[in-house]
C-alpha cells in the first residue's frame, strides 16, 4: 500500500502505548525521509482545493524551506487541481512556510502560538484552505 512507506516516515511506535503513535519532528527524520512524508502529505492540498472555483492555469504556489526545500505548483484544471513542474499564468495564492512548519501544519501539530509563521498571501478562500489542509485526519489545532 502507498500509505505504509508513508505511515513509517511519519510515525514511530510509542513503548508505552497500546496501539498509539507519537509524531515524530521533521528535524529527528534524515532529510530524504523528510521529504518522502511531505511528498506525500501535499496530495490533501488538491483535494482540499477542490472546493474553490477556478479558471484554468490558476496557480497555488507552495514554498518549503530549510533542510528540505521545495517548491509546489498545484494549478487549476478542468479535472481540478493538479501539481505541475511551472506555474499556470496567473498566481491564485502562494504559501510559504519552512520545513518543520510544513510538517507540523500537515500533520495537524502545528501549535497555536505558531499561527502567524507560516505565510499565505493571495485571495482569501484560497489561502484560507491552504492554512486549514491537514493530511491527518481531524480538527486543525487553530482555525
Known amino acids: 500500500m502507498w500509505e505504509d512507506p508513508l505511515r513509517a516516515g511519519v510515525a514511530?511506535?510509542?513503548?508505552?502505548?497500546?496501539d498509539s503513535f507519537g509524531v515524530v519532528p521533521a528535524d529527528e527524520c534524515d532529510d530524504d525521509i523528510t521529504l518522502l512524508v511531505?511528498?506525500?502529505?501535499?496530495?490533501?492540498?488538491?483535494y482540499r482545493l477542490a472546493q474553490t472555483r477556478a479558471q484554468p492555469g490558476d496557480t497555488v504556489?507552495?514554498?518549503?524551506?530549510g533542510p528540505v526545500s521545495n517548491t509546489w505548483h498545484l494549478v487549476a484544471a478542468a479535472t481540478g487541481w493538479v501539481f505541475r513542474d511551472q506555474p499556470g499564468p496567473r498566481l491564485a495564492a502562494s504559501?510559504?512556510?519552512n520545513t518543520e512548519q510544513a510538517w507540523q501544519l500537515l500533520t495537524n501539530n502545528l501549535p497555536a502560538a505558531?499561527?502567524?509563521?507560516p505565510t499565505a498571501v493571495g485571495d482569501e478562500t484560497i489561502t484560507s484552505i491552504l492554512l486549514h489542509t491537514r493530511a491527518i485526519i481531524g480538527t486543525p489545532k487553530w482555525a
Open 95 to 97: 504559501l510559504m512556510m
Open 38 to 46: 511531505l511528498d506525500g502529505l501535499r496530495w490533501a492540498y488538491p
Open 12 to 18: 514511530k511506535r510509542d513503548p508505552g502505548a497500546d
Open 114 to 117: 505558531a499561527k502567524v509563521d
Open 61 to 65: 504556489t507552495i514554498t518549503i524551506t
